[in-house]
């Protein structure tokens, strides 16, 4: 049987979000994106929450698509990347993009690979938090694919666009300094998951109503 491929538990008015296919590098298939799309949307609707933390179960964040498992079947590919309606986001732009939409702050902590679709996923948070032996990349260019999974936006907003260029066009892996120096990430800590509660204690101490609108 098995076992859930992304877990949620909720302390203290944090929820903590888990993806859960170590053995796999908690590659993509699509059973992660489904759970992904899921729990985030849920996410969205629970007043209760006033932080979301995400993290990778194992010794990767995530590594990206698992091309095999998800192209091997063409249903797989059009329920993954076909929309009902012209402007809405498919599957595979919801994972990222649906982070974006939740009225609180999303913090991903980010260990090991961090690559293509891990990367999309981390990018649309509001922070991430990553170890020093963390490495990223916008991975899509080795496949000859674009990368078009929502967070194509938040690499502009967040490095040069020379930098965006470089690292889409080349499918570069950066470390985890480099990624900071870029301003791809918000900081490097031996400790990113402590530092990560941390920064979302400090806001749950905030007016709810002044963070949602702050980061809408």
Known sequence: MN???????TEKSIAFVTLNRADK???????????????????????EIRAVIVQGNGEDFCSGLDIKSVMSSK?????????????????????????????????????????????????????????????????EGKWGLIPDMGANLAVRELVAKDVALKLTMTAEVISAQTALDYGLITQVSDEPLKEAVQLARQITERSPDAIAAVKK
């Not at 999309?120 to 916008?138: E, K, P, V």
């Open 75 to 139: 249903s797989s590919t059009l329920s993954l990347l076909g929309k009902w309606l012209p402007g809405q986001a498919n599957l595979a732009q919801r994972v990222s993009y649906n982070w974006r939409k939740i009225p609180v702050p999303v913090i991903m902590v980010i260990q090991g690979r961090c690559w293509g679709g891990g990367l999309q996923i981390a990018l649309g948070a509001d922070f991430r938090f990553a170890t020093s032996d963390a490495s990223f990349s916008i991975m």
């Open 3 to 9: 076992k859930e491929r992304v877990t949620l538990h």
């Open 25 to 47: 590098r908690n590659a993509l298939d699509m059973a992660m994106f489904k759970a992904i799309d899921k729990i985030s949307r849920q996410l969205k609707q629970n007043r």
